[in-house]
């Protein structure tokens, strides 16, 4: 009976094999389902590089992800279909696929503490959390004692920590994902989004604790008085690409207004220029995390900006400040026409050496101190010791540069 019944089922495999030729079809079909989708991603992909499409780098990892998904389908389809021809195909599509994403993965995001880091302890170690803006602050008054405000950082770390306790990842991702960078509809709607979805996050309550002990440790005094200036300092924010202008800075912050202001600071990472700037120097978002300076609020009576060589006679020796009343600000944004002052100054004397001056403007200069005007466009009085100690000051750093300062002088 026995060798009856194997007999019976030889003679159905020989003779009627449905089930196996139905399997086969059937991974030859879904062989060409997944092979069509394989070559339109790969398609895609090379649309992409050589037209020098900008994206963000997420859609590039989106569409890696689905092109490995189907390579593996492939592999597996082949290898129903033929068992014994494809036995070392997996093993070197499991290999190309783990270098191809090893390249593809950013670095890893810290979310622990520490959550705030005190401008005077900050090193040259953790740049990655302190940001650019930041880091070079304090480099620029550690290497030249060039006089900069008490405050302290509040990390990368406690971005990523809040992204990741208020689950925003994904959400971030999938609006990044469907960006159309070059609509303005798309990136204001993207940008719309991404900044209420960080606007409604909870802070949690290490980094207020951190926060708040931080003030306390700069401002022992108390800060009923004083006022705060939140800025972004955001990984590769002063870099090779600057970010000038793209996030938030809020002024005249009191100190029961500092976690909001600082919500402010890290959603205007999600602005649609910031946005934009980003995905143009190929950057992923991962690698941008914000940090955040919290400064003492200066009063000043003059702000600017100064150049220690003429961006528009490059090879003269100017020294170049534009200056407006009050808060340099309003130059920047430019709400504010400036005073243009230049200043002559020997080939790169020593810090101590004396310069010889020469002074020049477009609008009225004044060699006082006092403000006789309220229209934001009239002159503003900077005083010719002043003019001078800023670009000696500048001289210094250059003379003692920071890295990429230097390069920018």
Same mark, same amino acid.
């Given at each position: 009976?026995?060798?009856?019944?194997?007999?019976?089922?030889?003679?159905?495999?020989?003779?009627?094999?449905? #089930?196996?030729?139905?399997?086969?079809?059937?991974? =030859?079909?879904?062989?060409?389902?997944?092979?069509?989708?394989?070559?339109?991603?790969?398609?895609?992909?090379?649309?992409?590089?050589?037209?020098?499409?900008?994206?963000?780098?997420?859609?590039?990892?989106?569409?890696?992800?689905?092109?490995?998904?189907?390579?593996?389908?492939?592999?597996?389809?082949?290898?129903?279909?033929?068992?014994?021809?494809?036995?070392?195909?997996?093993?070197? =599509?499991?290999?190309?696929?783990?270098?191809?994403?090893?390249?593809?993965?950013?670095?890893?995001?810290?979310?622990?503490?520490? =959550?705030?880091?005190?401008?005077?302890?900050?090193?040259?170690?953790?740049?990655?959390?302190?940001?650019?803006?930041?880091?070079?602050?304090?480099?620029?008054?550690?290497?030249?004692?060039?006089?900069?405000?008490?405050?302290?950082?509040?990390?990368?770390? #406690?971005?990523?920590?809040?992204? $990741?306790?208020?689950?925003?990842?994904?959400?971030?991702?999938?609006?990044?994902?469907?960006?159309?960078?070059?609509?303005?509809?798309?990136?204001?709607?993207?940008?719309?989004?991404?900044?209420?979805?960080?606007?409604?996050?909870?802070?949690?309550?290490?980094?207020?604790?951190?926060?708040?002990?931080?003030?306390?440790?700069?401002?022992?005094?108390?800060?009923?008085?004083?006022?705060?200036?939140?800025?972004?300092?955001?990984?590769?924010?002063?870099?090779?690409?600057?970010?000038?202008?793209?996030?938030?800075?809020?002024?005249?912050?009191?100190?029961?207004?500092?976690?909001?202001?600082?919500?402010?600071?890290? #959603?205007?990472?999600?602005?649609?220029?910031?946005?934009?700037?980003?995905?143009?120097?190929?950057?992923?978002?991962? $690698?941008?995390?914000?940090?955040?300076?919290?400064?003492?609020?200066?009063?000043?009576?003059?702000?600017?900006?100064?150049?220690?060589?003429?961006?528009?006679?490059?090879?003269?020796?100017?020294?170049?400040?534009?200056?407006?009343?009050?808060?340099?600000?309003?130059?920047?944004?430019?709400?504010?026409?400036?005073?243009?002052?230049?200043?002559?100054?020997?080939?790169?004397?020593?810090?101590?050496?004396?310069?010889?001056?020469?002074? =020049?403007?477009?609008?009225?200069?004044?060699?006082?101190?006092?403000?006789?005007?309220?229209?934001?466009?009239?002159?503003?009085?900077?005083?010719?010791?002043?003019?001078?100690?800023?670009?000696?000051?500048?001289?210094?750093?250059?003379?003692?540069?920071?890295?990429?300062?230097?390069?920018?002088?």
């Amino acid at each position: 009976m026995l060798i009856k019944n194997v007999f019976k089922y030889w003679t159905r495999q020989l003779f009627a094999p449905d #089930a196996v030729l139905q399997e086969k079809y059937e991974s =030859y079909k879904s062989l060409l389902i997944h092979d069509r989708r394989a070559h339109e991603l790969m398609a895609e992909l090379e649309e992409i590089y050589y037209r020098q499409i900008v994206v963000d780098f997420k859609v590039i990892e989106d569409k890696y992800d689905e092109l490995s998904t189907c390579v593996g389908a492939i592999v597996k389809d082949l290898q129903r279909i033929c068992p014994t021809r494809y036995l070392d195909l997996n093993d070197y =599509y499991k290999k190309f696929d783990a270098y191809a994403r090893f390249i593809l993965s950013p670095k890893s995001t810290e979310s622990a503490a520490p =959550y705030v880091i005190l401008m005077k302890e900050i090193s040259e170690d953790n740049e990655m959390q302190t940001g650019g803006k930041a880091m070079h602050l304090r480099r620029a008054g550690k290497r030249t004692k060039i006089p900069t405000p008490n405050g302290f950082v509040i990390t990368s770390n #406690a971005f990523n920590a809040i992204l $990741e306790i208020n689950e925003l990842r994904k959400s971030i991702d999938a609006r990044l994902a469907d960006l159309d960078v070059n609509s303005t509809t798309s990136l204001s709607d993207v940008s719309e989004e991404l900044t209420n979805l960080v606007l409604q996050a909870s802070i949690p309550a290490e980094i207020e604790n951190a926060v708040t002990d931080a003030v306390k440790a700069v401002w022992p005094i108390g800060t009923k008085d004083l006022l705060f200036a939140l800025r972004s300092s955001a990984v590769r924010e002063d870099s090779r690409a600057s970010f000038a202008g793209q996030y938030l800075t809020v002024l005249n912050v009191g100190y029961c207004d500092i976690f909001d202001a600082y919500k402010q600071v890290i #959603a205007s990472k999600y602005s649609p220029e910031a946005i934009y700037y980003r995905i143009q120097f190929g950057f992923s978002d991962i $690698e941008t995390p914000m940090a955040v300076l919290c400064l003492e609020m200066i009063n000043a009576k003059v702000g600017g900006v100064m150049h220690t060589r003429d961006l528009e006679d490059p090879e003269s020796d100017h020294a170049v400040i534009y200056a407006v009343r009050g808060t340099g600000d309003k130059l920047v944004s430019g709400r504010a026409t400036p005073n243009m002052i230049k200043v002559s100054k020997k080939k790169l004397p020593g810090v101590n050496t004396e310069i010889k001056e020469k002074l =020049y403007q477009n609008s009225p200069f004044t060699a006082h101190d006092e403000f006789e005007y309220t229209d934001l466009y009239e002159s503003v009085s900077l005083s010719r010791e002043a003019a001078l100690s800023l670009t000696r000051l500048g001289i210094a750093l250059f003379m003692n540069p920071c890295p990429f300062l230097a390069k920018r002088h």
